[in-house]
């Protein structure tokens, strides 16, 4: 019954900033829970972006993003985002929100932990 949806995706130039945003449905946040951000270029493995444990806002990002990125959620909204700031051609890639719902271990890194996806949105930076 769960459902992600993300949207905000789009071609930047190098340098540039979007917003991704991953609308949830059949849950809301305040549940708890975690949410993650993926992302898989062609010929490359799905990686770990960033995440956020939801019941007490803790995030984590991939050293890669840290500094650039930066994931939060809106609980009126039901709805997380990663804002991207300084983007580079080797971010550009598919990216995906994803959930898991009954955790009681720490945060996890690995897309085999979580269960539910979205469908993914292109970001593309080039010049």
């Known amino acids: 019954q769960v459902q992600l949806v993300e949207s905000g995706g789009g071609l930047v130039q190098p340098g540039g900033s979007l917003r991704l945003s991953c609308a949830v449905s059949g849950r809301t946040l305040s549940n708890g829970g975690d949410m993650g951000w993926f992302r898989q270029a062609p010929g490359k493995e799905r990686e770990f972006v960033a995440g956020?444990?939801?019941?007490?806002?803790?995030?984590s990002y991939a050293d890669s993003v840290k500094g650039r990125f930066t994931v939060s959620r809106d609980n009126a909204k039901n709805t997380v985002y990663l804002q991207m700031n300084n983007l580079r051609p080797e971010d550009t890639s598919v990216y995906y929100c994803?959930?898991?719902?009954?955790?009681?271990?720490?945060?996890?890194?690995?897309?085999?932990?979580?269960?539910?996806w979205g469908q993914g949105t292109q970001v593309t930076v080039s010049s």
């Open positions: 994803a959930a898991r719902i009954f955790v009681f271990t720490g945060f996890s890194t690995s897309d085999s932990d979580y269960r539910y």
């Open positions: 956020i444990r939801l019941g007490t806002g803790r995030t």
